[in-house]
């Protein structure tokens, strides 16, 4: 069976119809050998424009559904995509090249994701304040937004737009997503589920999430569309550096979660087997194409020699190769672009005289498509490719002396998103954590930097673009914030006790 076919067979067990072929289309690839995969539309200026209109329609409707009712929804299309857990895991590996194993923890996220955001739909509470005059009531409250605009990054094909689009459903909204052009078949089984199961409901699904296809020039109308309240967006903080300031400059919200050049820091008193583990997995896994892959190791310099001689040997036996055969955990990189990324770096860290390990090509196959062998390159100082994210597996590593110093390295980058320590040193953990210590908008002990749960608010800082998305109280960036002072009295008593009498 081609891979063509498996899409065909995957859209058939969503019951869903498979994505019309269109000859002069997006080409969208597998990674897995770059075949194609399908040829898709991609949508007109006028059909975006038409998009966002019917969303912004719907959106005068869908905000006075009561929440809890809203909330119906969701988690009817959370038990749709738990139900149809495979297919979907499934073609997240095809279209992204992440091995089984991740591509079923993706779709898990989009259902956990569904059950927070139906439990907070009863829970979409304001404040009730102590108000400084008699017979007054101060309350805050929250209000739906509009139309959220949606734009996605390849390597999280269902679970970003999840974490927005559960969310901001039950807050009210209306949605327009524009995925990556590199992954549009999961959008349109992801979107297409969830229309069916308002159908199922016997919702009115025009304008309630559109999908809308296309690179950054769909972004870009999104973006600049007077009618989208709030953008959310993930990729490169290039991207984000353009949709900030066009927000800011039309005072629209945007919700960036943007890149990461994460680090982890390893004290002298770390249990160094399970530092591997955490290491192994957050710098190699998913191919270092997370936005929390672990990028640089921090290592103090009594146990630099011992943790890199570990490394290297769990390193050099990652099995790299068909990210659907089980036993693989080191699938393809997307494209030939991130391998040649990732190939300068490794040139330009070889030239400043850095020691790399691995890193090449590796043959899967007779395959046009790009594998390597995960790289670590120690570094004599924090400097060169290893002050920006390569968004590929690579792993620099630094020995520190001091712990000051540690986390002085830690800071020293322009991304704020992901960090972690491994210590077993109790002050060094509360330092790591507390204000003089990380300034990510992530800070583990003794895990990794990637595989958030989705209970606490994703984001980071700097670089990262600040946006918090997920749990905790995420929600709160998806809804308009009102303060109402309601007098029931018979008189009319001014604040800061001013007189004005007329
Ligand atoms: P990318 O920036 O190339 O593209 C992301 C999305 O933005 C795509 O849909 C693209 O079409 C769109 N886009 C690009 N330029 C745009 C513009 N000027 N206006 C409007 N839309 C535009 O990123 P990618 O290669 O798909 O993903 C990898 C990057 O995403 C990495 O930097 C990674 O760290 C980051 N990422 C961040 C998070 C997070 O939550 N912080 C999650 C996943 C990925």
């Known amino acids: 069976m081609t891979y063509t076919t498996d899409v065909q067979t995957i859209f058939k067990a969503l019951d869903l119809a498979p994505p019309e072929h269109n000859p002069t289309g997006l080409a969208v690839c597998t990674p897995i050998d770059a075949s194609l995969l399908a ?64 591509g079923l923890g993706e779709v898990q996220e989009v259902v956990d994701i569904c059950e927070f955001a139906v439990g907070l739909s009863r829970q979409l509470y304001g404040l009730s304040i102590a108000s ?96 989208v309240r709030l953008v959310s967006a993930t990729g490169s903080t290039a991207m984000g550096r353009a949709v900030g300031v066009a927000c800011a400059s039309l005072f629209k919200r945007s919700l960036l979660e943007l890149g990461g050049n994460n680090a982890a820091i390893v004290g002298p008193s770390a249990n160094l ?70 190939q300068r770096s490794l040139e330009q860290a070889r030239q400043s005289g850095a020691q790399a390990h691995f890193g090449s090509r590796e043959e899967v196959g007779d395959a046009a498509a790009f594998y390597v062998r995960p790289a670590i390159v120690e570094m004599a100082t924090q400097s060169g490719p290893m002050l920006q994210e ?24 322009g991304h704020g998103l992901s960090s972690a320590v491994f210590t077993q040193d109790l002050r060094e953990a509360e330092v790591f954590t507390s204000a003089r210590g990380s300034d990510c908008g992530i800070a583990n002990v003794n895990i990794g930097t990637s595989g958030a749960e989705i ?15 997920s749990g905790s109280d995420a929600w709160k960036a998806y809804m308009r914030r009102a303060t109402n002072t309601i007098n029931y009295g018979a008189t009319l008593p001014l604040a800061q006790g001013i007189k004005f009498e007329v």
């Not at 087997?273 to 310099?301: E, K, M, P, Y």
């Open 390 to 413: 390569t968004f590929a597996p690579i792993l620099y590593v630094v020995p520190y002396d001091s712990f000051d110093e540690a986390i002085a390295l830690n800071n020293a980058v």
């Open 39 to 102: 040829r898709v539309a991609v949508s007109t200026q006028a059909q975006v424009d038409a998009a966002i209109t019917r969303a912004h329609t719907r959106y005068l409707s869908w905000r006075d559904v009561p929440a809890p009712k809203r909330g119906e929804l969701v988690r009817a299309f959370g038990e749709a995509v738990r139900r149809h857990k495979e297919p979907l895991g499934r073609l997240i590996t095809l279209e992204t090249g992440k091995i089984v194993q991740e």
């Open 455 to 469: 209970g606490g608010a994703f984001g980071g800082e700097k670089e990262t673009g600040g946006g918090r998305e």
């Open 273 to 342: 087997a399970l530092v591997v583990r955490g290491v192994a997995f957050a710098a190699a896994g998913t191919a270092g194409q997370r936005c929390t892959s672990l990028r640089r190791l921090i290592v103090h310099r009594t146990i630099y020699a011992p943790l890199m001689t570990a490394l290297v040997r769990v390193f050099e036996r990652l099995p790299v190769g068909d990210p659907l055969i089980s036993g693989t955990l080191v699938g393809p990189l997307i494209d030939q672009r991130a391998f040649d990324a990732m």
């Open 132 to 227: 400084e005059r008699p017979e007054h009531k101060l309350l805050e409250t929250w209000h739906p937004l509009g139309v959220v605009g949606i734009i996605s990054a390849f390597n999280f094909p269902m679970a970003v737009f999840a974490w927005n689009a559960a969310l901001a459903l039950v807050c009210g909204n209306t949605l327009v997503w524009k995925p990556s052009e590199k992954t549009p078949l999961s959008a349109l089984a992801l979107n297409g589920l969830l229309l069916q199961t308002a159908q199922a409901q016997g919702l009115d699904v025009a304008g309630l999430s559109e999908l809308v296809i296309g690179d950054r020039l769909v972004g870009q109308t999104l973006v600049s569309h007077p009618q």
